[in-house]
């Protein structure tokens, strides 16, 4: 065959919905692409360029070209392909973006820094606002969500006898009945923990949850387990759960923010209780619940000590790194037992 200078270069040739390879060159006439095989014979697939697609160059990728009959053109040849193209005006504006490009890398680093700013001072800042604004409902709906959600995935009922539920509930009334909100703000509930072990945790709007083997883990002692509530009552009262919640579900934004995909992080936060349970709390908001709990156990006439004797016993029986256990969803031990020791002694009648 006599050399053609419509030919643009040579390269393989898929047939629609197959992965034959065949080899073929490629021709430009006017606005119109066509593909002859090397064996001959009338071009196999014809397109005007405004309807066939040019893959976008990316480093050296072969290019690939698409067909409305639904074949393909493949080269490595992409030099040729730009020369074509260009020559006809349609520049790959897509492939100007993709070099490495300075001023590119200036808008990354400047997004970078803003997102840096926003988690750091604009994340916590809402925080505070959304805690103040988020009205009961909205903490009843995340917090049966979460429950619902839990009860599913993790939690079944408890094996607790009666006697030892209502003997727990009784005594949690007598404390939660000198917390701010008052006993009725309080709701506990029983389940076996599963996965997640000797634990205890609040919900934002009052609903607690204790697992049987927290209970079994202090061996039935009352003050220890009520110690315990009297602590996640704490949580509750100064907002620590929804607060961890906005941080969590602030980040998350973020992520899509950059991301660009709200995706199911989101989602999962506000809606799927395990993301809620598997938040920590941060030292201070620890601390603040421990010193409730404290005060609390005083003025009902409890050990008010009950609390540090448990983390003792959790680390004791645990040790300090059990990953499914109360402890890694409230951190720091140690000062903190001798934390609880001091206030509980400063409580005391008579103590200093
Ligand atoms: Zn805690």
Do not use: C
């Amino acid at each position: 065959m006599a050399s053609d200078d419509r030919r643009i270069t040579s390269g393989r040739w898929h047939p629609p919905r197959s992965s034959r390879a065949e080899v073929a060159d490629l021709f430009g006439e006017g606005q119109t692409l066509f593909v002859r095989l090397d064996a001959g014979g009338d071009p196999v697939a014809v397109g005007d360029l405004k309807r066939v697609e040019v893959s976008t160059r990316i480093g050296r990728v072969p290019r690939r070209i698409g067909f409305p009959d639904g074949s393909m053109f493949e080269t490595d040849d992409n030099d040729a392909v730009d020369t074509w193209l260009k020559r006809l005006g349609r520049t790959g504006f897509i492939h100007e973006l993709e070099r490495f490009h300075p001023r590119l890398l200036g808008i990354v680093a400047a997004i970078v820094l803003l997102s840096v700013g926003i988690y750091r001072y604009a994340v916590p800042a809402l925080v505070e606002v959304a805690v103040l604004v988020t009205p009961p409902a909205v903490t009843g709906w995340m917090a049966s969500g979460t429950l619902l959600s839990l009860d599913k995935a993790v939690f079944s009922p408890s094996d607790l006898p009666e006697e030892k539920k209502n003997e727990i509930r009784s005594a949690f009334n007598q404390v939660a009945a000198f917390s701010a909100r008052g006993a009725s703000a309080y709701n506990l509930n029983f389940r076996k923990g599963g996965v997640i072990g000797p634990n205890a945790f609040a919900l934002p709007d009052g609903t607690l949850v204790i697992t049987d083997e927290l209970v079994t883990l202090t061996e039935g002692d009352l003050d220890m387990i009520v110690g315990v509530l009297a602590h996640e009552i704490g949580h509750v009262e100064r907002d620590h759960s929804l607060r961890q919640l906005y941080r969590a579900a602030g980040t998350a934004g973020l992520i899509m923010l950059i991301a660009g995909d709200v995706g199911s992080a989101g989602e999962d936060i506000l809606t799927n209780g395990a993301a809620l349970v598997a938040l920590s709390y941060s030292r201070d908001a620890e601390s603040e619940a421990d010193r409730i709990s404290v005060e609390l156990m005083t003025k009902a006439g409890r050990d008010p000590r009950a609390i540090g004797r448990f983390f003792a016993r959790l680390e004791e029986k645990l040790g300090i790194d059990s990953e499914s256990s109360f402890i890694s969803t409230h951190p720091g031990t140690a000062e903190r037992r001798q934390a609880i020791d001091d206030y509980a002694k400063k409580l005391m009648p008579g103590g200093s």
